[in-house]
């Protein structure tokens, strides 16, 4: 079964930091690029960052020098720490493969940054 869970997301004033988690099912994640992806009401869901298998990154431009992915192979989990958090990164945080499975879309996690 085929199955991510976000958590860690929450209120945070500009400026500060929060870090997510993504526990996978170790069928998807096993050799598998895995990244961040947001989605703000009413909006199309972005693309933020993808970690490969070997532990290559990349982010989109937005976030870059401010987001770090990481993954924990023996856990299954792959993490998101956001620091210097901006008004404009608040939005509901997903996790999934790269290019995304579409039945594997967890709940996410919101993360809202207040000014």
């Known amino acids: 079964q085929v199955q991510l869970v976000e958590s860690g997301g929450g209120l945070v004033q500009a400026g500060g930091s929060l870090r997510l988690s993504c526990a996978a099912s170790e069928g998807i994640f096993s050799s598998s690029a895995m990244g961040w992806y947001r989605q703000a009401p009413g909006k199309q869901r972005e693309w933020v960052t993808t970690?490969?298998?070997?532990?290559?990154?990349n982010y989109v431009t937005s976030v870059e020098g401010r987001f770090t992915v990481s993954r924990d192979t023996a856990k299954n989990t792959v993490y998101l720490q956001m620091d210097s958090l901006k008004p404009e990164d608040t939005d509901v945080y997903y996790c999934?493969?790269?290019?995304?499975?579409?039945?594997?879309w967890g709940q996410g996690t919101q993360v809202t940054v207040s000014s």
């Open positions: 970690i490969t298998s070997r532990g290559a990154t």
């Open positions: 999934n493969k790269v290019p995304p499975l579409g039945v594997a």
